[in-house]
């Protein structure tokens, strides 16, 4: 089983470290002096106060890598169209993708029950439809990427919290490909479960990105900070409702508990978003997957979406000021 972590990052590089630690045949795809790094003094994991130093196969192209069984795909949804070339570079025709990626996917709509939406393209995330296209929704296997790790330096993974990686087919199906890979992620340490509806457990981690990542980014204010002022938590509780009625109308039946969501965030404390530490190193912001995608799957079930469409104006100019959108 040929495994290719293709953004060999926070996460890609947290997968990598325990997957080359139990001997799995893993490659990863890094630049840069992330690369440079990994190969001189190898992939270092900080993790429970502990430190792991494992020297994986690392490479710099895609065609280094060779022909891959399975493609983890970590990077930023933006990103993910500049790839596309390498991806077809490591496919083979029984290649799968693990789509790692926040927000709203591409190929959300793929097989969906209702035909009024079966196979609709969400532009927002795929303007082209190269992605459908290029890589095709059948090679896909869903991801819910719950760990928190950072790049402290080039090099070195620091991990924050949680272990586990959700995983489904799109239809729900329990396939030999997708057991075989819950299998060799469990016996790394992590949890894998495999979720028969990962179209609603998309939407669980959503409510939260699509609200305090921009949120947090206009404000440049930490989680705790903005779940506790009253206005600012009104204003989260609109977004998260408003997404809630647009993926009540596409057939997500979950329990969703909105200030039980938010003081899980609260919980968390001081921590920065992504999209705002992004913000603070000049980094493109990953805005179109975590909210433009929302706002137009709200225009297609005809959902009133105000707060969403009012976060999302202002988070778009305050990236195009910062040159980051």
């Known amino acids: 089983m040929k495994i290719c972590i293709y953004g060999a990052g926070a996460i890609g590089g947290y997968l990598g470290a ?16 992330h690369y440079n790094a990994i190969k001189e003094d190898g992939l270092r994991l900080r993790k429970d106060g502990k430190e792991l130093v494992v020297y994986p196969r690392c490479v710099d192209t895609a065609e280094k890598a060779g022909k891959q ?10 990103s993910v169209p500049g790839c596309l070339d390498a991806f077809k570079v ?3 025709d029984d290649t799968s993708f693990v789509w790692g990626v926040n927000g709203i996917p591409w190929w959300y709509f793929y097989n969906h029950p209702n035909a009024e939406f079966t196979d609709k393209k969400i532009l927002s995330v795929d303007p082209e439809n190269s992605q459908w296209n290029d890589i095709g929704p059948e090679k896909i296997i869903g991801c819910i990427v719950n760990p928190a790790s950072e790049v402290v330096k080039p090099g070195v993974i620091q991990h924050l919290e949680g272990d586990k990686f959700q995983l489904g087919e799109i239809n729900g199906e329990d396939t030999d490909r997708i057991k075989n890979l819950s299998e060799i992620l469990e016996k790394a340490g992590f949890q894998a479960p495999i979720r028969p509806n990962i179209k609603g457990d998309i939407w669980l981690k959503l409510f939260g990105n699509l609200s305090l990542n921009p949120i947090s980014a206009l404000t440049t204010s930490t989680l705790v900070k903005i ?12 977004m998260m409702n408003e997404a809630h009625s647009i993926a009540t109308k596409l057939g997500i039946d979950k329990p969703f508990d909105v200030e039980r969501r938010i003081d899980a965030a609260k919980a968390v404390g001081e921590h920065k ?29 005809s959902t009133s979406t105000p707060t969403i469409d009012t976060v999302l104006a202002l988070t778009k100019l305050r990236a195009r000021e910062a040159k980051l959108y």
């Not at 069984?69 to 933006?78: G, P």
């Not at 978003?273 to 079930?301: C, F, Y």
């Open 18 to 33: 325990k997957l080359t630690e139990i001997g799995a045949d893993v490659t990863l795809i890094a630049r840069g002096p």
């Open 69 to 78: 069984d399975y493609i983890f795909v970590t990077l930023k949804a933006h």
């Open 90 to 92: 490591l496919m083979k």
């Open 227 to 238: 779940c506790s002022d009253a206005d600012v938590r009104d204003v989260i509780k609109n």
């Open 273 to 301: 978003t992504s999209m705002l530490q992004d913000l603070e190193r000049d980094r493109p912001m990953e805005i179109d997957a975590l909210i433009g995608a929302v706002q137009e799957l709200g225009k297609i079930t």
